[in-house]
Protein backbone atom coordinates (compact mmCIF):
# COMPACT_ATOMS: atom_id res chain seq x y z
CA UNK A 1 0.00 0.00 0.00
CA UNK A 2 1.18 3.48 -0.75
CA UNK A 3 1.39 6.07 2.04
CA UNK A 4 0.81 9.50 1.31
CA UNK A 5 2.37 11.65 3.63
CA UNK A 6 1.55 15.82 3.19
CA UNK A 7 3.07 18.69 4.58
CA UNK A 8 2.67 20.84 6.25
CA UNK A 9 -0.20 19.72 8.81
CA UNK A 10 -1.77 23.43 8.54
CA UNK A 11 -0.71 26.49 6.73
CA UNK A 12 -1.71 29.79 8.51
CA UNK A 13 -1.84 32.50 5.22
CA UNK A 14 -3.99 35.56 4.59
CA UNK A 15 -6.24 36.11 1.70
CA UNK A 16 -4.17 37.10 -1.42
CA UNK A 17 -1.19 35.16 -0.76
CA UNK A 18 -0.12 31.85 -1.99
CA UNK A 19 -0.04 28.87 -1.25
CA UNK A 20 1.87 26.08 -1.43
CA UNK A 21 1.01 22.22 -0.44
CA UNK A 22 3.48 18.97 -0.59
CA UNK A 23 2.13 15.28 -1.25
CA UNK A 24 4.95 12.80 -0.61
CA UNK A 25 4.70 9.16 -1.51
CA UNK A 26 6.12 5.96 -0.15
CA UNK A 27 7.26 4.92 -3.65
CA UNK A 28 6.79 6.26 -6.85
CA UNK A 29 3.79 7.22 -8.61
CA UNK A 30 3.19 7.25 -12.37
CA UNK A 31 2.04 10.85 -13.16
CA UNK A 32 -1.55 9.98 -14.68
CA UNK A 33 -2.24 9.06 -10.83
CA UNK A 34 -2.10 11.44 -8.53
CA UNK A 35 -4.86 13.90 -7.40
CA UNK A 36 -6.26 16.98 -5.22
CA UNK A 37 -9.22 17.78 -3.43
CA UNK A 38 -10.55 20.06 -1.47
CA UNK A 39 -13.22 19.63 1.71
CA UNK A 40 -15.13 23.08 3.67
CA UNK A 41 -16.74 22.06 6.41
CA UNK A 42 -19.84 20.28 6.30
CA UNK A 43 -18.86 19.44 2.56
CA UNK A 44 -18.23 16.53 0.67
CA UNK A 45 -14.55 16.65 -0.98
CA UNK A 46 -14.81 18.39 -4.33
CA UNK A 47 -12.08 17.66 -6.86
CA UNK A 48 -9.34 19.92 -7.53
CA UNK A 49 -6.54 18.11 -9.90
CA UNK A 50 -6.23 15.03 -11.08
CA UNK A 51 -3.26 13.88 -13.01
CA UNK A 52 -1.14 15.49 -11.25
CA UNK A 53 -1.34 18.69 -13.73
CA UNK A 54 -5.22 18.80 -15.08
CA UNK A 55 -7.91 20.90 -13.34
CA UNK A 56 -11.48 19.32 -13.35
CA UNK A 57 -14.40 20.81 -14.57
CA UNK A 58 -15.28 24.13 -13.11
CA UNK A 59 -12.01 24.81 -11.24
CA UNK A 60 -10.39 28.26 -11.47
CA UNK A 61 -6.86 28.41 -12.60
CA UNK A 62 -5.33 29.91 -9.47
CA UNK A 63 -5.14 26.11 -8.28
CA UNK A 64 -2.62 24.31 -10.01
CA UNK A 65 -0.61 20.85 -9.88
CA UNK A 66 3.29 19.69 -10.08
CA UNK A 67 5.72 17.11 -9.18
CA UNK A 68 6.30 13.78 -10.33
CA UNK A 69 7.76 10.17 -8.70
CA UNK A 70 7.11 10.57 -5.33
CA UNK A 71 6.85 14.47 -4.86
CA UNK A 72 3.55 16.11 -5.64
CA UNK A 73 2.58 19.98 -5.11
CA UNK A 74 -0.75 21.57 -5.07
CA UNK A 75 -0.17 25.69 -5.46
CA UNK A 76 -2.81 28.51 -5.19
CA UNK A 77 -1.48 31.43 -6.76
CA UNK A 78 -3.39 33.61 -4.76
CA UNK A 79 -5.99 32.47 -1.75
CA UNK A 80 -9.52 33.65 -1.52
CA UNK A 81 -11.54 33.69 1.13
CA UNK A 82 -13.22 29.99 0.01
CA UNK A 83 -10.27 28.18 -0.54
CA UNK A 84 -9.79 27.97 3.57
CA UNK A 85 -9.82 24.65 4.29
CA UNK A 86 -8.58 21.27 3.84
CA UNK A 87 -6.64 19.61 1.33
CA UNK A 88 -6.36 15.71 0.36
CA UNK A 89 -3.80 14.28 -2.00
CA UNK A 90 -5.13 10.83 -3.51
CA UNK A 91 -3.24 8.03 -5.09
CA UNK A 92 -5.07 5.77 -7.71
CA UNK A 93 -1.97 3.95 -9.64
CA UNK A 94 -0.01 1.00 -8.55
CA UNK A 95 -2.75 -1.88 -7.16
CA UNK A 96 -5.03 -1.28 -5.22
CA UNK A 97 -5.92 0.20 -2.90
CA UNK A 98 -5.90 3.78 -3.50
CA UNK A 99 -4.63 6.07 -0.50
CA UNK A 100 -5.19 9.44 0.87
CA UNK A 101 -3.00 12.09 2.33
CA UNK A 102 -3.84 12.54 6.03
CA UNK A 103 -5.06 16.44 4.64
CA UNK A 104 -3.38 20.42 5.21
CA UNK A 105 -5.14 22.40 6.50
CA UNK A 106 -5.24 26.04 4.76
CA UNK A 107 -6.81 28.41 7.81
CA UNK A 108 -6.63 31.97 7.94
CA UNK A 109 -3.72 33.87 9.67
CA UNK B 1 -27.42 16.97 -13.82
CA UNK B 2 -24.81 14.19 -12.58
CA UNK B 3 -25.66 13.74 -8.86
CA UNK B 4 -25.41 10.65 -6.14
CA UNK B 5 -27.80 10.75 -3.56
CA UNK B 6 -27.32 8.88 -0.48
CA UNK B 7 -29.70 7.57 2.21
CA UNK B 8 -30.12 9.74 5.71
CA UNK B 9 -28.03 9.69 9.12
CA UNK B 10 -28.54 6.85 10.91
CA UNK B 11 -28.28 5.80 14.52
CA UNK B 12 -27.55 2.13 15.23
CA UNK B 13 -26.62 0.01 18.72
CA UNK B 14 -23.45 -2.58 18.60
CA UNK B 15 -24.11 -5.43 17.30
CA UNK B 16 -26.73 -3.99 15.00
CA UNK B 17 -26.44 -4.32 10.76
CA UNK B 18 -26.59 -1.14 8.33
CA UNK B 19 -27.39 -0.50 4.52
CA UNK B 20 -26.69 2.81 3.08
CA UNK B 21 -27.68 3.29 -0.43
CA UNK B 22 -26.52 5.89 -2.79
CA UNK B 23 -28.91 6.62 -6.13
CA UNK B 24 -27.10 7.82 -9.30
CA UNK B 25 -28.75 9.71 -12.27
CA UNK B 26 -28.23 12.15 -14.77
CA UNK B 27 -25.77 9.37 -15.89
CA UNK B 28 -25.24 5.62 -17.25
CA UNK B 29 -25.12 4.21 -13.84
CA UNK B 30 -24.07 1.02 -15.32
CA UNK B 31 -21.31 1.79 -16.79
CA UNK B 32 -19.14 3.92 -14.07
CA UNK B 33 -17.39 2.35 -11.00
CA UNK B 34 -19.25 3.67 -7.40
CA UNK B 35 -16.24 3.96 -4.25
CA UNK B 36 -16.92 4.35 -1.08
CA UNK B 37 -15.06 6.75 1.26
CA UNK B 38 -14.76 6.57 5.20
CA UNK B 39 -14.64 9.45 7.22
CA UNK B 40 -14.31 8.91 11.12
CA UNK B 41 -15.24 12.31 13.41
CA UNK B 42 -12.57 14.75 12.70
CA UNK B 43 -10.09 13.29 10.82
CA UNK B 44 -9.44 12.09 6.94
CA UNK B 45 -10.66 9.92 3.78
CA UNK B 46 -10.40 6.98 3.71
CA UNK B 47 -10.73 4.75 0.44
CA UNK B 48 -12.89 1.42 1.42
CA UNK B 49 -13.27 0.06 -1.69
CA UNK B 50 -15.43 0.10 -5.28
CA UNK B 51 -18.40 -1.46 -7.02
CA UNK B 52 -19.21 -2.05 -10.70
CA UNK B 53 -23.11 -1.84 -10.80
CA UNK B 54 -23.46 -3.67 -14.49
CA UNK B 55 -21.78 -6.72 -12.98
CA UNK B 56 -21.44 -6.05 -9.10
CA UNK B 57 -17.61 -6.66 -9.64
CA UNK B 58 -16.21 -5.43 -6.25
CA UNK B 59 -12.39 -4.29 -5.30
CA UNK B 60 -12.13 -4.23 -1.17
CA UNK B 61 -9.10 -2.38 0.49
CA UNK B 62 -8.06 -4.78 2.70
CA UNK B 63 -8.30 -2.36 5.81
CA UNK B 64 -12.22 -3.10 5.29
CA UNK B 65 -12.12 -6.43 3.75
CA UNK B 66 -14.26 -8.91 5.94
CA UNK B 67 -16.16 -5.96 7.21
CA UNK B 68 -18.05 -4.47 4.70
CA UNK B 69 -20.20 -5.65 1.67
CA UNK B 70 -20.90 -3.59 -1.44
CA UNK B 71 -23.86 -4.43 -3.47
CA UNK B 72 -25.98 -2.78 -6.78
CA UNK B 73 -29.40 -2.95 -7.95
CA UNK B 74 -28.49 -1.23 -11.76
CA UNK B 75 -32.19 -1.92 -12.13
CA UNK B 76 -32.94 1.43 -9.60
CA UNK B 77 -29.59 3.16 -10.65
CA UNK B 78 -28.41 2.01 -6.70
CA UNK B 79 -25.91 1.05 -5.27
CA UNK B 80 -24.92 -0.03 -1.25
CA UNK B 81 -22.58 -0.19 1.67
CA UNK B 82 -23.41 -2.57 4.21
CA UNK B 83 -22.15 -2.21 7.51
CA UNK B 84 -22.63 -5.33 10.27
CA UNK B 85 -21.91 -6.28 13.73
CA UNK B 86 -21.56 -2.39 14.19
CA UNK B 87 -19.28 -1.06 16.87
CA UNK B 88 -18.78 1.93 17.81
CA UNK B 89 -15.49 2.69 16.32
CA UNK B 90 -17.81 2.35 13.02
CA UNK B 91 -18.98 5.78 13.71
CA UNK B 92 -18.53 7.92 10.89
CA UNK B 93 -19.44 9.90 7.42
CA UNK B 94 -19.70 7.29 4.66
CA UNK B 95 -19.59 9.10 1.30
CA UNK B 96 -20.40 6.89 -2.22
CA UNK B 97 -18.42 8.49 -5.07
CA UNK B 98 -18.23 8.54 -9.16
CA UNK B 99 -14.87 8.43 -10.90
CA UNK B 100 -14.65 10.77 -13.79
CA UNK B 101 -14.00 7.79 -16.33
CA UNK B 102 -16.33 5.65 -17.71
CA UNK B 103 -15.52 1.83 -17.09
CA UNK B 104 -12.52 2.52 -15.02
CA UNK B 105 -11.61 2.76 -11.46
CA UNK B 106 -8.33 3.83 -11.44
CA UNK B 107 -9.38 7.50 -11.55
CA UNK B 108 -10.56 9.94 -9.22
CA UNK B 109 -13.74 10.73 -7.86
CA UNK B 110 -14.71 13.86 -9.39
CA UNK B 111 -18.78 13.40 -8.10
CA UNK B 112 -19.59 12.97 -4.39
CA UNK B 113 -22.76 12.11 -2.48
CA UNK B 114 -23.66 14.33 0.34
CA UNK B 115 -22.40 11.87 3.11
CA UNK B 116 -24.27 9.56 5.26
CA UNK B 117 -23.74 10.08 9.42
CA UNK B 118 -23.08 6.71 10.64
CA UNK B 119 -23.25 6.74 14.67
CA UNK B 120 -23.17 3.51 16.84
CA UNK B 121 -23.85 3.93 20.46
CA UNK B 122 -25.58 2.26 23.12
Known amino acids: EIVLTQSPGTLSLSPGERATLSCRAS???????LAWYQQNPGQAPRLLIY???SRATGIPDRFSGSGSGTDFNLTVSRLEPEDFGVYYCQQYGGSPPWTFGQGTKVEIK | EVQLVQSGAEVKKPGESLKISCKGS????????IGWVRQMPGKGLEWMGVIYPDDSDTRYSPSFEGQVTFSADKSINTAYLQLSSLKASDTALYYCARPYLQGSFRDAFNIWGQGTMVTVSS
Open chain 1, 51 to 53: ATF
Open chain 2, 26 to 33: GYSFTTYW
Open chain 1, 27 to 33: QRISSSY
